[in-house]
Nanobody, 124 residues
Framework: VQLQASGGGLVQAGGSLRLSCAAS????????MAWFRQVPGKEREFVAH????????YYADSVKGRFTISRDNAKNTVYLQMNNLKPEDTAVYYC??????????????????WGQGTQVTVSS
């Protein structure tokens, strides 16, 4: 499966952005999905996860209450709505897919397929 992330950009602190991740293939609706982010020189970190049905979601503590993950299986797309953005949210954001539906710890190795990343820059 191929994942294409988009929607990044430059925004002022306190602003909002919505990221999208479009997936190819007919199996998207059976995949758990997630967003990660990475700053140069640092480890890629977990942001949010959504189960294949959308019924289970969990977030990194740093984004709880500000970010919302959602999906539209009819459009093969997962979203990340980011509100009240902070300069520390600046990173390249990646979407990832878990075809086994077993990811539960926000660890990179739990996800098999990865998108190419989209840059989010939050100015102070």
């Amino acid at each position: 499966v191929q994942l294409q992330a988009s929607g990044g950009g430059l925004v002022q602190a306190g602003g909002s952005l919505r990221l999208s991740c479009a997936a190819s293939g007919r199996s998207f609706s059976s995949y758990d999905m997630a967003w990660f982010r990475q700053v140069p020189g640092k480890e890629r970190e977990f942001v949010a996860h959504i189960s294949w049905s959308g019924g289970r979601k969990y977030y990194a503590d740093s984004v709880k209450g500000r970010f919302t993950i959602s999906r539209d299986n009819a459009k093969n797309t997962v979203y990340l709505q980011m509100n009240n953005l902070k300069p520390e949210d600046t990173a390249v954001y990646y979407c990832a897919a878990d075809p086994t539906q077993s990811a539960s710890s926000g660890l990179q190795y739990e996800y098999v397929y990865w998108g190419q990343g989209t840059q989010v820059t939050v100015s102070s």
